[in-house]
C-alpha cells in the first residue's frame, strides 16, 4: 500500500472527497454500487466489546444489518438483543464472510494474527474501518512503543492487513458518548479520521455522516497515530476545532 502525504487545508479535504465519492462509486463491489441507500450495506465487527459493541449497535438501529463477532458468540445475545432486529453474532469467520464493510475493533495485540488469518479476504473489501489502539494497560507498554517506532498504528495496520482499504475512525471518542452525541442539536460532533485510499474514505464520510457525526480528514494513515486516546483530537470537538488541531500536528 502506497502512503500518501496529506494538507490539513479545508480546499484539499473537501477536493479528496469528491474524487472519493466518484471513485467509490466504481471501486465498490456490486452489492455496495447496486444500494438504493446507505442502510442496505452490510456491516460487521471484529471484535464486540464496549466500543464494538457500540459502533456496531449504533449502526444497526439506523437499519444497516450488522453481524458482531467474536470467538464467544454465545455471549452475544444480550448486544444482539439490544441493537435490534437487524443484528445477530457470529464468528470472526462469519463475519469477514458477511460484511460489506468491516468494523476493527479488537486489541491491538489481535491485529497481527487476523492479518494472517483473513487477510486476502479483508483486502477485497471496500473499507476496514480501524478502531483498535495500541493500550500500554491492555497490550503492554512494549508493544505501544513498537508500534511508536514503526510510524504508529495507522501504518502498521496497513502493513499487517496488507492491500486492505484502511480508514481509521471512532479511536478517541468515548464508546459510552456515541449514541447521545449522534445526531445532537446544532454544530455536530466532529469525528477525525485518516486513510489513503479515496474510495474508503468517501465511503466511511457517507457512514459517519449518515451516524449523524461530520467526518474530517486529517491526513492520511501515517497521521494515524493522532488518533488514540490521550493526543489533541482525543474527546469531543466540533469539527472546526478538529482542522485547528491537525493544522498544528506534524
Known sequence: MTNTSFSTSRREFIDLLTVGLALASVAAPRALAQASSLSSIKIATIGAGREGGALGTLFAK???????????????????????????????????????????????????????????????????????????????????????????????????????????????????????????PGEPVGIPIAGDDPSAIALASRLIQEAGFEPVLIGGLAKGKYLVPRTPLAGVHTPAEIRQIAATLG
Open 62 to 184: 439506523m437499519g444497516h444489518p450488522v453481524l458482531f463477532s467474536s470467538r464467544h458468540p454465545e455471549t452475544l445475545k444480550d448486544l444482539v438483543a439490544a441493537a435490534g432486529p437487524t443484528a445477530r453474532a457470529g464468528t470472526v469467520a462469519d463475519a469477514v464472510a458477511f460484511g460489506d464493510v468491516i468494523l476493527l475493533v479488537v486489541p491491538y495485540t489481535a491485529v497481527e494474527q487476523i492479518g494472517r488469518d483473513f487477510g486476502a479476504a479483508l483486502a477485497a473489501k471496500p473499507l476496514i474501518l480501524d478502531v483498535s489502539n495500541p493500550i500500554p494497560a491492555r497490550d503492554g507498554q512494549d508493544l505501544v512503543n513498537r508500534i511508536a517506532s514503526e510510524g504508529g498504528p495507522g501504518l502498521v495496520t496497513a502493513r499487517l492487513l496488507k492491500g486492505a482499504r484502511i480508514v481509521r475512525a471512532f479511536n478517541a471518542i468515548n464508546y459510552a458518548s456515541l449514541e447521545k452525541l449522534a445526531h445532537r
